[in-house]
């Protein structure tokens, strides 16, 4: 399995790789599992850590690549504390799929036609904040409808209408993204 979401920027990101966390066991294990990224590197624990809105929580379906060194055995011999296993994250990974990077693809479409993003983002294109995880959540074809009527060119609003479906599978193919 090819899991996505190691490195990202969220702005980019579809809706089936935000997680929404409604418990505080959600938090904890999320705090527990993440320990070495918010130890060693706090600016990444500020990017990929849960981010409120409300008694609600919302991240990337991230996953850890941080391993803490517990003691040298010799030159090239570490023992290691290990990360939690994927297996205890309060969500489930997705597997690298086109149909992510046909969403992408449409996310910068339509940048490039409205000179907008489709979400507000920061400069390193990641959400700027809860509200628009929340809104990329909860992405609809209502919402969908709704932002694509700053799209003038018909041709272009059915494009990014197919692009930007909330459901992978009803994604276009590239095949047919290139054919439109």
Same mark, same amino acid.
Request: with cysteine; glycine share 2%; net charge negative.
């Given at each position: 399995?090819?899991?996505?979401?190691?490195?990202?920027?969220?702005?980019?990101?579809?809706?089936?790789?935000?997680?929404?966390?409604?418990?505080?066991?959600?938090?904890?294990?999320?705090?527990?599992?993440?320990?070495? *990224?918010?130890?060693?590197?706090?600016?990444?624990?500020?990017?990929?850590?849960?981010?409120?809105?409300?008694?609600?929580g919302y991240m990337v379906?991230?996953?850890?690549?941080?391993?803490?060194?517990?003691?040298? +055995?010799?030159?090239?011999?570490?023992q290691v504390d290990e990360?939690?296993?994927?297996?205890?994250?309060?969500?489930?990974?997705?597997?690298?799929?086109?149909? +992510?990077? +046909?969403?992408?693809?449409?996310?910068?479409?339509?940048?490039?036609?409205?000179?907008?993003?489709?979400?507000?983002?920061?400069?390193?294109? *990641?959400?700027?904040?809860?509200?628009?995880?929340?809104?990329?959540?909860?992405?609809n074809k209502t919402v969908?409808?709704?932002?694509?009527?700053?799209?003038? *060119?018909?041709?272009?609003?059915?494009?990014?209408?197919?692009?930007?479906?909330?459901?992978?599978?009803?994604? +276009?193919?590239?095949?047919?993204?290139?054919?439109?």
């Amino acid at each position: 399995q090819t899991f996505i979401g190691s490195k990202f920027s969220s702005g980019v990101l579809p809706p089936e790789m935000i997680a929404k966390m409604t418990t505080r066991d959600d938090f904890k294990i999320v705090e527990e599992y993440f320990k070495c *990224d918010s130890e060693k590197d706090p600016e990444q624990w500020e990017k990929i850590k849960p981010r409120l809105n409300g008694e609600v929580g919302y991240m990337v379906k991230t996953y850890n690549t941080c391993v803490v060194v517990k003691e040298r +055995i010799d030159s090239s011999t570490y023992q290691v504390d290990e990360p939690l296993s994927l297996e205890e994250l309060p969500y489930k990974l997705e597997n690298a799929a086109i149909a +992510i990077d +046909i969403w992408s693809y449409g996310v910068l479409l339509f940048t490039l036609l409205t000179k907008s993003p489709l979400f507000k983002v920061n400069r390193d294109d *990641d959400l700027e904040n809860e509200k628009e995880m929340a809104e990329l959540y909860d992405w609809n074809k209502t919402v969908l409808s709704e932002r694509l009527d700053v799209v003038s *060119d018909l041709i272009a609003r059915d494009l990014l209408d197919k692009l930007l479906q909330p459901e992978p599978e009803n994604r +276009i193919s590239a095949k047919k993204a290139i054919e439109h």
